[in-house]
């Protein structure tokens, strides 16, 4: 079974500096997709950014960007210039395309971002 | 993005009655939807994958009898609580992929806090 692991239950960042969450996970399939969702207190599940496992190339959306490491199962989230508006918990989560956006969620990590 | 429409995003009722929360495709036709259940302060667990047209798919532990699904159209599926306990007090969130495009995506609705006094 398809695990996602989150090491850090919370992470604090000084505004307009950079932080980095964490996040392995275990598959057998060679082709899926990765996913950092953000969750304010609205509850509102957020898409923040996406890799598919068959691109080399690290996707970067703005001001977030990731470090997917296929060999080591590692996708890392990095939040550059972090706001305050970032403050908010954030889930990695995993799927392949024959699990029709099934979405298999790590634990979470808590981002607190200081003023 | 495409849209998912959750209601109610608060819920109360008392034990031993039951509750339904719809959840809706806006935009576009969704043949699959994800119910995930959600406790405080913990991630979202999928309870059951709702089928437009056959019966859905609960996962290991999610009573069948107390969690009822029906995938009623293209654009619709509810979760039914029935015979509700203060231990189902917690918060509800549905998920449709959209794939149009060929691109696949996982949108979810606003997601429904229910309370069982």
């Known amino acids: 079974a398809q695990t996602v692991t989150q090491s850090q239950p919370e992470m604090s960042v000084q505004e307009a500096e950079t932080v980095t969450l964490s996040c392995t996970y275990d598959?057998?399939?060679?082709?899926?997709?990765l996913f950092w969702y953000k969750q304010p207190p609205s509850r509102q599940m957020i898409l923040v950014i996406r890799?598919?496992?068959?691109?080399?190339q690290n996707a970067t959306e703005n001001r977030f960007s990731v470090n997917f490491q296929k060999a080591a199962k590692s996708f890392s989230l990095k939040i550059s210039d972090s706001q305050l508006g970032d403050a908010a918990m954030y889930f990695c989560a995993y799927t392949t395309y024959n699990a029709g956006n099934m979405l298999t969620f790590g634990g979470g990590t808590r981002l607190m971002v200081k003023p | 993005g495409a849209v998912v429409s959750q209601h109610p995003s608060r819920v109360i009722c008392k034990s031993g009655t039951s509750v339904k929360i719809e959840c809706r495709s806006l935009?576009?036709?969704?043949?699959?939807m994800f119910w995930y259940r959600q406790f405080p302060k913990q991630s979202l667990m999928l309870m059951a994958t709702s089928n437009e047209g056959s019966k859905a798919t609960y996962e290991q532990g999610v009573e069948k009898d107390k969690f009822l699904i029906n995938h009623a159209s293209l654009t619709l599926s509810t979760l039914t609580v029935t015979s509700a306990h203060p231990e189902d007090s917690s918060f509800y969130i549905c998920?449709?992929?959209?794939?149009?495009?060929?691109?696949?995506?996982?949108?979810f609705g606003q997601g429904t806090r229910l309370t069982v006094v």
């Open positions: 890799q598919e496992a068959y691109k080399q």
């Open positions: 998920s449709a992929p959209d794939r149009g495009g060929g691109n696949t995506e996982a949108f």
């Open positions: 598959t057998s399939e060679s082709d899926y997709y």
């Open positions: 935009d576009f036709q969704a043949t699959t």
